[in-house]
């Protein structure tokens, strides 16, 4: 089963993701490939795979991809080989990944595995409080680039399976190990 989560940049999705795979073992995650400069606190490999713009253009020429977008004036892409690594694990994968990134992965992927999409919802004022307190301290002009897509990527909301106001960390991951149990527990039942 994959789940994957989006929402604009600072709604909470890799501080969720995190929590879910320390709350439990059948969870993985699966980094994206990105041509964004390694932040303080990134962690190669786990956060991001990090390559040049000149590497990532390869590897779409390569067709190593499933889907990719650029995000902030930066490329970032789902692998076919590290998800299809992970598929064959046979755990389940939480995926951080941006709102068109998320409709191409359900249109390539729906009719192999289940798939479940969840979008985090933050109020705007809030979501500038957190990228103004991020460790990596982006620009005003990144915030605004950022703060740019809140309406776009909201106005895709209703083409999720759940949508959910993420303003208490613990709340939320409560919310979506439920949601993912439940998925869970269908996810071989036809209709």
Same mark, same amino acid.
């Given at each position: 089963?994959?789940?994957?989560?989006?929402?604009?940049?600072?709604? +909470? &999705?890799?501080?969720?993701?995190?929590?879910?795979?320390k709350?439990?073992?059948?969870?993985?995650a699966?980094?994206?490939?990105?041509?964004?400069?390694?932040?303080?606190?990134?962690v190669?490999?786990?956060?991001?795979?990090?390559?040049? &713009?000149?590497?990532?253009?390869?590897?779409?020429?390569?067709?190593?991809?499933y889907?990719?977008?650029?995000?902030?004036?930066?490329?970032? +892409?789902?692998?076919?080989?590290?998800?299809?690594?992970?598929?064959k694990? +046979?755990?389940?994968?939480? &995926?951080?990944?941006?709102?068109?990134?998320?409709?191409?992965?359900?249109?390539?992927?729906?009719?192999?595995? &289940?798939?479940?999409?969840?979008?985090?919802?933050?109020?705007?004022?809030?979501?500038?409080?957190?990228?103004?307190?991020?460790?990596?301290?982006?620009?005003?002009?990144?915030?605004e680039?950022?703060?740019?897509?809140?309406?776009?990527e909201?106005?895709?909301?209703?083409?999720?399976?759940?949508?959910?106001?993420?303003?208490?960390?613990?709340?939320?991951?409560?919310?979506?190990?439920?949601?993912?149990?439940?998925?869970?527990?269908?996810?071989?039942?036809?209709?």
């Amino acid at each position: 089963m994959l789940v994957l989560l989006a929402g604009v940049a600072g709604a +909470g &999705k890799n501080t969720i993701q995190r929590e879910l795979i320390k709350r439990n073992s059948q969870i993985t995650a699966i980094p994206s490939y990105t041509s964004r400069p390694q932040r303080p606190g990134d962690v190669p490999g786990q956060t991001y795979h990090f390559v040049t &713009k000149e590497e990532f253009e390869n590897m779409i020429q390569q067709n190593a991809f499933y889907e990719y977008d650029v995000h902030h004036n930066h490329y970032y +892409g789902t692998s076919k080989k590290v998800l299809n690594d992970a598929i064959k694990e +046979g755990k389940i994968i939480v &995926k951080d990944i941006d709102v068109n990134g998320i409709e191409n992965l359900v249109n390539i992927l729906k009719d192999d595995m &289940k798939v479940v999409t969840i979008f985090l919802r933050v109020p705007k004022e809030v979501l500038i409080e957190r990228l103004k307190n991020r460790v990596d301290k982006p620009s005003d002009e990144e915030i605004e680039l950022r703060i740019s897509r809140l309406e776009y990527e909201e106005s895709k909301m209703g083409e999720y399976d759940y949508v959910i106001k993420n303003n208490n960390l613990e709340k939320t991951v409560q919310v979506i190990e439920q949601i993912i149990k439940s998925e869970y527990a269908i996810r071989e039942v036809e209709f």
